[in-house]
């Protein structure tokens, strides 16, 4: 991809008139496709554009994820064999089709748009949009015409990014490429597209996809065979202390050039999170912060003010709590185990406590030097306490069965419009905002976690970054790295988007113009990161968060039921927290 349709502005004051931005390229390609039908049947022409025609069928099939020939492309002309081949060899010529075999002899090819042509049509989708506003728009008002022309897509390091494009050469993977993913909705994008990506690298996609819990056991129990069955492995965030040293995964800096993948285009907190000691051993496939999602039509017609504080939160809960009409205050991560486990480490963090004894720094706590000997928990400290009671406290403004309700659970009820606040990741966004049945339809507010008295407005990173496993066969590591550079570049990322994503690793994805058309998400996470409020300290990737998450999970669950007060679930917490620590030391 160029250098200028990866550049990006690095500013908070981006004008919301940049939603209006130019159509989509798949979009413009619908539009020609049926503007030559219409005029093909209306005007019944005797010259077809053979130039125009083969284009269209070429990005059509680009688009689709379909293999085009030389023969398909031919027939899609619209004009005799002899021309249209004279035509086809003056598209090649011209450097906007390129040819990549799909056999060792080279005898058979396949047929893509060149960068070339990717970068004229997407240009094109913009200057079409600006036409048909200029002669079909004029009822509008001049303000909005306007603001169309000059606002932010318009101002320069603002460009678009353009579709991805075919490796010059297909991946020659044995089997084809294997990944062992989350089954979540960023990742089921990347399995629906799947057509399109195998025939980017050029080989067969086989993809597997676990709930968190097993798709950690399953990583942990490839790291023990021989050879990995994946040659790429996605690692939640927290685990990688644990994978690093237990010899899981390997490091970056060993297989492949990192400056390739661009860092500095990665959110600072997802890039960081992918390190450990310094080392990079992951590339963020997708960073979704947990924010605070809000009914805003409701909170408007109550006459509350958004929610920034945890005291705030069981305020507006208490007025919108509505049980006998089907209404509920607030939806979170409270089912027993790693759900609450998560939940109970945020939320301290919201109060200002690390879980272990981070130095604390800067706007926050360090979270990039744990290779150390002495962190400890701090579990059982007062902000702790805080912590639980409020959880205790959500208890009276939740639904009544907010002990089972964990990722998913949470965020139905909100999108299905029974909940007026719910703790959620951007990844579960997809529920209510491409669902226009949806009373939470573009009624949506997007917020940091509230925070407590001592704490300040932060929201956690979470997500998952593509890693290579370290028993992978040696002859499959570098064109692993090949599709793992692809699968993250700025280009997929969008396309992820695009098909129904709400996470963005690169500031360059949440800065393009048609990205932040798609949903508010992407520019409040960019001015989150901006204002360093998007953190990972308050899950610290330690080599036992896993155990400690657990603990906390099944300790402040019995709290919740009443079996435990808050001071003895955290004591019993906080000593099996050492526990579990000191084992893993000795």
């Keep these: 991809m160029n250098t200028q349709s990866r550049t990006h502005t690095i500013q908070s004051g981006y004008s919301s008139d940049v939603h209006r931005a130019g159509p989509e390229l798949e979009t413009v390609v619908s539009f020609l496709e049926q503007l030559c039908l219409e005029v093909d049947s209306s005007l019944d022409p005797t010259a077809p554009n053979p130039y125009l025609n083969m284009s269209l069928h070429l990005l059509r099939s680009h688009l689709d994820g379909r293999i085009v020939t ?119 994008v990347m399995e629906n597209l799947k057509r399109q990506f195998e025939q980017l690298i050029g080989t067969k996609i086989n993809q597997r996809a676990f709930s968190i819990d097993r798709l950690r056991e399953e990583a942990l129990r490839n790291a023990t065979r021989t050879t990995s069955r994946y040659d790429l492995i996605a690692v939640d965030l927290p685990w990688l202390g644990e994978f690093v040293t237990k010899g899981i995964v390997k490091p970056l800096n060993e297989v492949m050039d990192v400056d390739r993948l661009d860092p500095s285009d990665f959110h600072t ?77 945020m939320t301290c963090a919201d109060f200002g ?15 990039d030097h744990l290779n150390r000997d002495d962190l400890r928990p701090t579990i059982d400290t007062e902000r702790g306490r805080e912590a639980a009671e409020y959880l205790l406290a959500l ?79 040696q002859e499959r590591v570098a064109e692993t790295v090949e599709a793992l550079t692809a699968f993250t570049s700025p280009e997929s990322q969008k396309l992820y988007v695009q098909n129904g994503s709400r996470t963005a690793p690169r500031y360059s994805v949440g800065a393009d113009p048609e990205v932040r058309r798609l949903s508010p998400i992407f520019e409040t996470v960019d001015q989150m990161s901006w204002r360093d409020e998007l953190q990972f300290w308050p899950r610290p990737p330690i080599p036992q968060i896993s155990d400690i998450i657990q603990i906390c999970g099944h300790e402040i669950h019995d709290m919740l039921r009443g079996v435990h007060s808050p001071r003895e679930a955290l004591a019993r917490a906080q000593a099996r927290a050492e526990q579990a620590m000191m084992k893993t030391v000795t």
């Design 70 to 188: 030389a023969s398909s492309l031919v027939a899609a002309s619209g004009v005799p064999y002899a021309t249209a081949t004279r035509r086809l060899a003056e598209l090649q010529a011209s450097g906007l089709i390129e040819q990549r075999p799909r056999t060792r002899s080279g005898k058979s090819f396949s047929l893509h748009p060149s960068e070339q042509m990717l970068t004229r049509w997407s240009e094109l989708a913009d200057r079409l949009n600006r036409l048909g506003n200029s002669i079909f728009g004029k009822s509008r008002s001049s303000a909005e015409t306007t603001d169309y022309y000059f606002g932010g897509s318009y101002q320069p390091g603002q460009g678009l990014i353009s579709p991805p494009q075919v490796m010059p050469s297909p991946l020659k993977l044995q089997g084809g490429l294997r990944i062992l993913v989350h089954g979540d909705p960023t990742f089921m």
């Design 269 to 345: 907190a997802g890039w960081r999170a992918a390190h450990w000691d310094g080392v990079p051993y992951g590339v963020p496939s997708q960073t979704t912060p947990e924010l605070m999602f809000y009914r805003r039509d409701w909170f408007a017609e109550a006459g509350l003010a958004p929610p920034t504080t945890t005291q705030a939160v069981l305020e507006a809960a208490k007025v919108l709590h509505d049980p006998r009409h089907g209404r509920y205050g607030v939806a979170w991560n409270a089912a027993r185990g790693t759900a609450l486990g998560h939940t109970f480490m």
């Design 353 to 367: 406590q690390p879980i272990v004894n981070l130095p604390e720094i800067a706007g926050g706590y360090d979270a």
């Design 395 to 473: 208890l009276d403004y939740s639904p009544p069965d907010i002990l089972s309700m964990s990722w998913y659970e949470r965020v139905r009820p909100y999108a299905a419009g029974k909940i007026a606040m719910a703790y959620g990741y951007t990844l579960l966004a997809p529920y209510f905002e491409l669902d226009p049945s949806s009373p939470a339809y573009d009624n949506t507010g997007y917020l940091p976690h509230p925070h407590g008295p001592s704490g300040a407005p932060i929201a956690p990173v979470g997500g998952y970054i593509f890693c290579i496993p370290a028993n992978l066969a």
